[in-house]
């Protein structure tokens, strides 16, 4: 859960993503320039110790030699001593002098019968301490070779080293090699100092480059919050926000064409709301004032109707048509008064728990003269068990035979397909016609109020342009969602789909709005 709120709280602010993609960057950046930076050091420092002690090396090596060639002429015992002082007494132990060095003096050939051993270590240094390869790259080289290494003291204490040597010769002994191994604790410690001080300063750094972008996105984020916020405010009705504005720099320019773009919005949502208020007040007080005479009429009508039988036929004609034009009126009427509701937003829903399937059953057999009349018939498939729903059984009849009545009219003598499907949460129902259909564009605009795709046809059939309309706002009033796809003379195909229980929400759409035999034809 802590994972997802931080993914959620990166993914929607700003300031956390301009930080955190500034102090990776910059991250990269130091690491980069100090490891570059301490590569440099650290060879330094190194070369420097290599060059100071392949120095050293050379001239203790000469003074050996020459002190070594001086005692052979004095004898075994004086040749014995001068190595002795030179290997063992001579170096400075490691570690209680801070340039220390211990030196090693080595056998190249094996010990041959009647020669005297003169290998020995200062302070007990094993042999190991000097590499097998650097000793064979002195045997083979006139030059001073090193090489690194580490001292193991008979105490345990372990030392790196840098082992420097040289051939060196004793008469009446033969080749000798001769190592001098220097201290690198010293370098060592210099370079975990040093290496620590470029840790130290890259986290410095970066929490520094980290506070400066958050100072300065911080000032530029904190406009678009503010203008961010105005924004929902608008959204939520209060059009009296306005940004604060200080200073005379882009942002204080910015604030200042956003106000100037609130108070337009503002003026053009009061015109439109007052523009709106009067419409509505029109139609609603229009669709009232014409019930009373329209009752009267009705009346009138009806009477004219029932005694059309002793009227001249001409006159009888023009009763039945007054009748049928004062249905047609009372149901646009109806119709007015509907949307009026809709647009006031006091639709309520009045939900009982009902079959669907009995419901559209029930439709469907009352419009069957209807569909003898266009020479056609509808198709039903439902699921076996009953559909129940929890919804508003007036509202849900007159979507499903605004619906049928639709896909009658245009059906072009050719069936009319009806499908309910249903989950334990959802409930969908589609009409199928395979008629005149609709191209894509009419689909977009087909709930619109008012808006036919062919007027002259419309009046010809007596629609008024607010059935589809009605049925949408319907539809979300128990929030569920109508759809309409359609091709031309390939057919329409319209999905309801509702939830289960009125104002819950839909899981899923449980039919394809594209039908399948169409797309098995494509």
Same mark, same amino acid.
């Given at each position: 859960?802590?994972?997802?709120?931080?993914?959620?709280?990166?993914?929607?602010?700003?300031?956390?993503?301009?930080?955190?993609?500034?102090?990776?960057?910059?991250?990269?950046? /130091?690491?980069?320039?100090?490891? !570059?930076?301490?590569?440099?050091?650290?060879?330094?420092?190194?070369?420097?110790?290599?060059?100071?002690?392949?120095?050293?090396?050379?001239?203790?090596?000469?003074?050996?030699?020459?002190?070594?060639?001086?005692?052979?002429?004095?004898?075994?015992?004086?040749?014995?001593?001068?190595?002795?002082?030179?290997?063992?007494?001579?170096?400075?132990?490691?570690?209680?002098?801070?340039?220390?060095?211990?030196?090693?003096?080595?056998?190249?050939?094996?010990?041959?019968?009647?020669?005297?051993?003169?290998?020995?270590?200062?302070?007990?240094?094993?042999?190991?301490?000097?590499?097998?390869?650097?000793?064979?790259?002195?045997?083979?080289?006139?030059? !001073?070779?090193?090489?690194?290494?580490?001292?193991?003291?008979?105490?345990?204490?372990?030392?790196?080293?840098?082992?420097?040597?040289?051939?060196?010769?004793?008469?009446?002994?033969?080749?000798?090699?001769?190592?001098?191994?220097?201290?690198?604790?010293?370098? +060592?410690?210099?370079?975990?100092?040093?290496?620590?001080?470029?840790?130290?300063?890259?986290?410095?750094?970066?929490?520094?480059?980290?506070?400066?972008?958050?100072?300065?996105?911080?000032?530029?984020?904190?406009?678009?919050?503010? !203008?961010?916020?105005?924004?929902?405010?608008?959204?939520?009705?209060?059009? !009296?926000?306005?940004?604060?504005?200080?200073?005379?720099?882009?942002?204080?320019?910015?604030?200042?064409?956003?106000?100037?773009?609130?108070?337009?919005?503002?003026?053009?949502?009061?015109?439109?709301?007052?523009?709106?208020?009067?419409?509505?007040?029109?139609?609603?007080?229009?669709?009232?004032?014409?019930?009373?005479?329209?009752?009267?009429?009705?009346?009138?009508?009806?009477?004219?109707?029932?005694?059309?039988?002793?009227?001249?036929?001409?006159?009888?004609?023009?009763?039945?048509?007054?009748?049928?034009?004062?249905?047609?009126?009372?149901?646009?009427?109806?119709?007015?008064?509907?949307?009026?509701?809709?647009?006031?937003?006091?639709?309520?829903?009045?939900?009982?728990?009902?079959?669907?399937?009995?419901?559209?059953?029930?439709?469907?057999?009352?419009? +069957?003269? /209807?569909?003898?009349?266009?020479?056609?018939?509808?198709?039903?498939?439902?699921?076996?068990?009953?559909?129940?729903?929890?919804?508003?059984?007036?509202?849900?009849?007159?979507?499903?035979?605004?619906?049928?009545?639709?896909?009658?009219?245009?059906?072009?003598?050719?069936?009319?397909?009806?499908?309910?499907?249903?989950?334990?949460?959802?409930?969908?129902?589609?009409?199928?016609?395979?008629?005149?259909?609709?191209?894509?564009?009419?689909?977009?605009?087909?709930?619109?109020?008012?808006?036919?795709?062919?007027?002259?046809?419309?009046?010809?059939?007596?629609?008024?342009?607010?059935?589809?309309?009605?049925?949408?706002?319907?539809?979300?009033?128990?929030?569920?969602?109508?759809?309409?796809?359609?091709?031309? +003379?390939?057919?329409?195909?319209?999905?309801?789909?509702?939830?289960?229980?009125?104002? +819950?929400?839909?899981?899923?759409?449980?039919?394809?709005?594209?039908?399948?035999?169409?797309?098995?034809?494509?």
């Amino acid at each position: 859960m802590r994972q997802r709120t931080r993914i959620a709280r990166f993914r929607n602010s700003l300031v956390v993503r301009v930080i955190l993609s500034t102090v990776v960057l910059c991250l990269g950046v /130091v690491w980069l320039t100090g490891s !570059a930076l301490y590569s440099q050091l650290s060879d330094g420092i190194k070369n420097v110790k290599i060059e100071s002690s392949v120095a050293e090396t050379r001239s203790t090596i000469f003074n050996a030699q020459y002190r070594i060639t001086l005692a052979s002429e004095s004898g075994e015992s004086a040749l014995r001593k001068a190595i002795e002082e030179i290997v063992v007494k001579s170096p400075s132990v490691i570690g209680t002098v801070v340039n220390g060095r211990e030196i090693a003096l080595l056998k190249s050939t094996s010990l041959k019968p009647g020669e005297i051993n003169y290998q020995s270590t200062s302070n007990l240094v094993p042999l190991e301490a000097v590499p097998n390869s650097l000793r064979q790259q002195v045997q083979r080289s006139d030059e !001073a070779q090193w090489a690194y290494s580490s001292i193991q003291y008979p105490d345990g204490n372990v030392i790196p080293a840098l082992a420097v040597g040289e051939r060196i010769s004793i008469p009446g002994s033969g080749p000798y090699e001769m190592y001098l191994l220097f201290s690198l604790s010293s370098q +060592n410690a210099t370079l975990e100092l040093l290496s620590r001080a470029l840790l130290i300063t890259g986290f410095a750094l970066l929490f520094l480059i980290g506070l400066i972008t958050w100072i300065v996105v911080r000032q530029v984020v904190r406009p678009v919050r503010e !203008a961010a916020r105005i924004a929902e405010k608008f959204t939520q009705g209060d059009l !009296a926000q306005r940004m604060q504005i200080r200073g005379n720099d882009e942002i204080a320019r910015l604030g200042t064409s956003f106000n100037e773009m609130a108070l337009s919005l503002q003026n053009q949502i009061t015109r439109l709301e007052n523009l709106s208020r009067v419409q509505q007040r029109f139609v609603s007080d229009v669709s009232h004032e014409l019930r009373t005479p329209l009752t009267t009429l009705r009346m009138a009508s009806s009477v004219i109707h029932s005694a059309r039988t002793s009227f001249d036929p001409t006159i009888a004609r023009s009763a039945e048509l007054l009748v049928a034009q004062l249905d047609r009126f009372e149901r646009l009427l109806e119709d007015l008064l509907e949307v009026s509701r809709f647009d006031a937003e006091v639709a309520i829903l009045d939900c009982v728990e009902f079959d669907l399937s009995t419901l559209v059953e029930r439709c469907i057999l009352d419009l +069957n003269l /209807v569909a003898e009349e266009k020479q056609t018939s509808i198709k039903l498939t439902k699921p076996q068990d009953p559909v129940l729903i929890y919804a508003d059984i007036r509202r849900v009849e007159r979507i499903l035979r605004n619906l049928l009545n639709n896909a009658l009219e245009y059906s072009d003598a050719k069936p009319v397909d009806v499908k309910i499907a249903a989950t334990e949460s959802d409930v969908a129902f589609a009409v199928r016609d395979h008629g005149v259909g609709l191209d894509q564009q009419t689909a977009m605009r087909v709930f619109d109020r008012f808006w036919r795709a062919d007027p002259s046809r419309a009046r010809v059939r007596g629609g008024t342009g607010l059935g589809l309309s009605i049925a949408l706002e319907d539809a979300r009033l128990h929030n569920g969602e109508l759809e309409a796809w359609g091709r031309p +003379n390939v057919g329409a195909h319209f999905v309801l789909t509702l939830p289960r229980r009125a104002g +819950n929400e839909i899981d899923a759409r449980l039919i394809r709005l594209v039908p399948e035999d169409y797309s098995s034809t494509k």
